[in-house]
Structure formats: structure tokens, C-alpha cells
């Protein structure tokens, strides 16, 4: 069963090829028809969705320094790619297109740490809802989490993980996807990414921390403040716990 949404999304791959449905799909989404770039991205996030809806919550091994940095830096080199580094775009014009500028009014660093509050209390919100209502996914969600980050349980690890999850995701979401695709589908392939959580409440919590990180990218017009936050809210999800215990 886990192969039929890969399947499907190999099927919409190759009908994204015919020039018709390129087309079709413009005038639903800012996507450029016969751009080998936007192809590229179309393709990622068929598979990222597909990824999500086979998946299914089980015990996972621990994940490991090199193999987050293996993960993760090929999502930060496809972010500078996916725009043209090079190619279409010099290094500075490659900086200023994935918002790795400061925003133009300091207000948003501000918004951006009182946005790590926010953030939480939605969090703690959904994170509430979801032990009334589905109690034991919940509890498969929480035992995924805590097999999978086992080795990052110091200080030290929990803000490795908040900046280098910060850095890369927002560089590759907010950085280059939603300038093309808009807010609400980067937030759908950001949640879509998490895959460890498969479809569940932890789905729905990225997923609305992907809105509030697309509209902080859109409103300061720069991604930087949403790494402020993003960063913040991880290490501060991670290290809670840990001072709590």
C-alpha cells in the first residue's frame, strides 16, 4: 500500500511533463511553464506528499550527527540550485532571492521573538487537543520523537538541532519555494518533510507553524526573522523538557 502514493506521484510527474498540464497548473500556482527548475520543484513535492501519506508512525533508529548533516545539506544546496546560483543569479543576487538579507524595519526581529510565545502556545494547544482526542497516536507521535532525537539530549545538541533545522528549512521553504508557490503550499511540503510524525496532529501542528512562518517571510519581506523564530521555538521545545526533568 505504501508504494501506491509514490506511484501516483511518478504518474503526476510525467503528465507535468505535457505542456498543456504546465500551462493548467500556472494559472492555479506561480509556476513557470517549461522552466526545468520549477519542474524540478513540482517533482519534490509530489514525492514529499507521497512520502507523507504512505508513511505510518513506527519505531524508528536514532538518528545520528552525520546523518542529520547528510539529510540536511542536500535541502540547503538544492535551495541555492533551485534559484539559479550561478547560473541565473550571481552569489549576491542568489542571497537577496532566498531573503538572507535583513528586513527593511527592525520591528521584525521583535515580532520574530515574541513570535517563539506564540508559537508554543499553539503548540501546547494542538499538543492538548490531540491526547483528548487521538491519546494513543499521540503517545506513538511523542515515543517517535524521543527514539529518533535520543542522541541530541544535552544543551549543546538540542541548539545544534533548533539552528541547523532553522537555517535549512527556512532557506528552502520560505527562502525559495514561496516566492513561487505561495505560503499555503510550502506549508503543506514543510509539513509534508516531517515525515516521521505521518499523518496525525504533530501534521496539523507543522503545518499551521508553516503559515505563521510563511507570513513572517511574507509581511518582513526577508527569511531571516523566521529563523529567529523557528530556531527558537525548536531549542525551546528541546531544552523545556530537559530543565523540567
Do not use: C
Not at 511574507?218 to 528541546?238: C, E, F, K
Request: without cysteine; proline residues 6%; hydrophobic residues 55%.
Amino acid at each position: 500500500m505504501t508504494l501506491i502514493p509514490f506511484a501516483a506521484a511518478g504518474i503526476l510527474g510525467l503528465v507535468y511533463l505535457w505542456p498543456a498540464a504546465q500551462r493548467l497548473l500556472a494559472r492555479i500556482l506561480p509556476l513557470r511553464p517549461g522552466s526545468p527548475v520549477m519542474y524540478l520543484t513540482v517533482v519534490l513535492g509530489l514525492l514529499l506528499v507521497a512520502q507523507q501519506i504512505g508513511s505510518q508512525v513506527t519505531s524508528q533508529l536514532p538518528l545520528t550527527y552525520g546523518e542529520l548533516l547528510a539529510q540536511d545539506i542536500p535541502f540547503l544546496m538544492l535551495a541555492f540550485v533551485g534559484v539559479g546560483i550561478f547560473i541565473r543569479r550571481s552569489p549576491r543576487e542568489t542571497i537577496a532571492r532566498l531573503g538572507l538579507t535583513p528586513p527593511a524595519a527592525r520591528r521584525w526581529w521583535l515580532v520574530a521573538v515574541l513570535g517563539i510565545a506564540v508559537f508554543l502556545a499553539v503548540a501546547f494547544g494542538i499538543e492538548s487537543l490531540a491526547s483528548v482526542v487521538a491519546p494513543e497516536q499521540q503517545k506513538k507521535v511523542t515515543d517517535v520523537s524521543n527514539v529518533l532525537f535520543s542522541h541530541f539530549n544535552n544543551p549543546g545538541a538540542i541548539i545544534f538541532l533548533g539552528l541547523l533545522a532553522a537555517v535549512v528549512e527556512e532557506t528552502l521553504f520560505r527562502g525559495a519555494m514561496q516566492p513561487r508557490l505561495g505560503i499555503l503550499v510550502t506549508s503543506i511540503l514543510f509539513a509534508a518533510l516531517h515525515t516521521q510524525y505521518a499523518v496525525s496532529f504533530a501534521t496539523l501542528e507543522v503545518l499551521v507553524l508553516g503559515l505563521g512562518l510563511g507570513w513572517l517571510r511574507a509581511q518582513s519581506g526577508s527569511t531571516l526573522p523566521g529563523m529567529v523564530t523557528h530556531a527558537g521555538y525548536d531549542i525551546a521545545v528541546g531544552l523545556i523538557p530537559y530543565v523540567l526533568k
